[in-house]
C-alpha cells in the first residue's frame, strides 16, 4: 500500500532571539508547536538577556536576513506569518519587500517596541516605518503602551474599544488591542479585538491571573494566533483560542520560578492540563 504524504502546517516568526528563552524566536517556536503547527524562523537580531533584563542588542546583517527569508520562503509553503522584533528601519524594509515578493498570506504583527518589562526595543527612527508597514498585516496585536505610541494619546479601560477601533481605522488593518497593562475589573483581563473588514469591535475576557510571570506573552500570543489561522480558522476564532491558549500558560507558570530575575517570570507554554 502506497504511503500517502501529507504536509506540515507550518508558521514562519520573523523575530529576535532572546537568549534567556522566555520572549522571541523562543517563545514563537514554543508557541507554535505547542498550539499545533511547525515552526520556522527567521532571526533579525540576538539579544543578551536573562530574567533580570537585556543587556545588550546585536542586529543580525540585513544581507543575512534577506537570505534567511529567501531560503524558507523559496521552499515551504506557510500558512501564516508572524513577525516580532524588526528594531530599524532598513530591517523592516527588508521584510516588507521580501514578504511582498513572495505572496504571502495571513500576516500576525506584534509591533514590538517596548517590552513587559518597559525596555524599549526599537530605534526611535524606524517607528514611523514600522507605521507604514502595519496596513500589509492581517492582524496587529499591540499592548498598551505600544498602542499609545501608535496614536498618542494614552489609553485606559474607559477608551479601550475605542482606541482599538482608532487604530485599525488609522493603519486599515485588524487589531488586538491587549488590556494587560491596565487595572482588571471584576478578575478579567479584556482585550478588543476589531476586525476591520467587518467594522465590529469584540471584547475577549479571560481571568486575571495573579502572577509577575508574564514575560513574552505578546510574542507567545502572536504566535498562537498565527498558528491557529495557519490551521484554517478565521481571524475571529483564531484570537480567541489564541488568547485562551496565553491565559492557561499564564496560569499553568503562575507558581513557576526560573533564574534569579524578580520580575517578568517566564510562562509555561507547555504546562497546559
Known amino acids: 500500500m502506497e504511503n500517502i504524504k501529507t ?8 523575530a529576535g532571539s532572546d537568549s534567556g528563552g522566555g520572549a522571541g524566536i523562543q517563545a514563537d517556536i514554543k508557541s507554535i508547536s505547542a498550539s499545533g503547527a511547525y515552526a520556522a524562523s527567521v532571526i533579525t537580531a540576538t539579544t543578551a538577556q536573562n530574567t533580570q533584563g537585556i543587556f545588550n542588542i546585536h542586529p543580525i546583517p540585513i ?14 509553503e506557510f500558512g501564516a506569518i508572524k513577525i516580532g522584533m524588526l528594531h530599524s528601519s532598513e530591517v523592516i524594509d527588508a521584510v516588507a ?12 504583527l506584534d509591533p514590538v517596541m517596548v517590552a513587559t518589562s518597559g525596555d524599549r526595543l526599537i ?5 514611523s516605518t514600522l507605521k507604514e508597514f502595519l ?15 501608535l496614536i498618542g494619546h494614552s489609553i485606559e479601560l474607559d477608551n479601550l474599544e475605542n482606541s482599538a477601533i482608532e487604530i485599525g481605522k488609522l493603519y486599515n488593518t485588524s487589531v488586538l488591542l491587549k488590556g494587560g497593562h491596565l487595572d482588571s475589573k471584576e478578575n478579567k483581563i479584556t482585550d478588543i479585538l476589531y476586525l476591520y473588514k467587518d467594522k465590529k469591535a469584540i471584547p475577549i475576557k479571560n481571568p486575571w491571573v495573579d ?8 510574542c507567545s500570543l502572536s504566535s498562537s494566533i498565527a498558528t ?4 484554517g480558522h478565521n481571524l475571529e476564532d483564531a484570537v480567541k483560542k489564541g488568547c485562551h491558549y496565553i491565559n492557561q500558560a499564564i496560569e499553568q507558570g503562575k507558581n513557576k520560578t526560573l533564574g534569579k530575575g524578580n520580575e517578568n517570570g ?8
Do not use: M, R, W
Not at 63 to 76: F, N
Not at 266 to 273: R, V
Open 7 to 14: 504536509a506540515y502546517c507550518s508558521v514562519l516568526t520573523i
Open 63 to 76: 544581507s543575512h536576513i534577506e537570505k534567511q527569508l529567501d531560503a524558507v520562503l523559496s521552499d515551504i
Open 97 to 108: 519587500k521580501k514578504l511582498s515578493h513572495y505572496k504571502v498570506k495571513n500576516i500576525v
Open 123 to 127: 530605534v526611535n527612527d524606524a517607528i
Open 135 to 149: 496596513p500589509k498585516a492581517s492582524l496587529i496585536t499591540p499592548n498598551i503602551p505600544e498602542a499609545e505610541l
Open 211 to 218: 502572577t509577575k510571570n508574564t514575560h513574552g506573552t505578546g
Open 228 to 231: 491557529f489561522l495557519s490551521l
Open 266 to 273: 517566564a510562562i509555561n507554554h507547555f504546562g497546559l492540563k
